[in-house]
Structure formats: C-alpha cells, structure tokens
C-alpha cells in the first residue's frame, strides 16, 4: 500500500511540474521591469524610460531609453513622470513596448 502512495505522489508532482513549465518559460519571458516615463512622443509612438536592470533584453545596468511601442493606445495610460511596469521585446527596428501599467 505505502508502494502506490509514493508511486501516486510522484505522479502527481510530474504531472503538476509537467503543466507549469509552460506558464514559467512565459513569464520569464514577459518579465517586467521597473521604470519612469520620461517622454512621451505620440505622433512618432514613442516614450522615453528610464529604467533599472532590463535582464530580460541583456541590458545588466540602468539606463534612459527611447522605446516604440507596440500599440499607440499604451501611451494614453501614462502621462510624464509616472512610475511604471513594462514588458518590452527586441526587434528588427529596436526595442518596443509591449505592455505598461503605472506601478502600484
């Protein structure tokens, strides 16, 4: 009886470690970063971040930079000098913005 236990419980952590891997490798994917909008450029779909270690786009120290963004819309959410939360993706073109929020 003990046997079927340790075999159901090591089943069960498989298949529970099995199903969140997915959910992880996205989430360390979209990780966000902390930063301060310091611009907002709508006509051209621009902000300017200044933000701290950006590890999930290799940048290891802070720094100010222009983003784009993937929807204009996204620049309605802020206004200068907010704290925010973002994800931001490389591309061809750059970097761009991919989701913000203001910072709680």
Do not use: C
């Not at 709508?42 to 120290?61: F, W």
């Amino acid at each position: 009886m003990n046997r079927i236990i340790r075999i159901a419980r090591a089943a069960s952590l498989a298949l529970a470690l099995a199903l969140s891997a997915p959910w992880g490798a996205a989430f360390a994917q979209g990780a966000d970063i902390d930063g301060e909008v310091k611009k907002i450029d709508e006509g051209a779909g621009k902000i300017t971040l200044k933000h701290g270690p950006a590890r999930s786009l290799g940048m290891d120290e802070p720094m100010t930079m222009v983003y784009r963004v993937k929807d204009p819309a996204l620049l309605k959410q802020v206004r200068v000098g907010d704290k925010v939360r973002f994800e931001a993706k490389e591309g061809d073109g750059g970097y761009t913005v991919t989701a913000i929020q203001k910072a709680k």
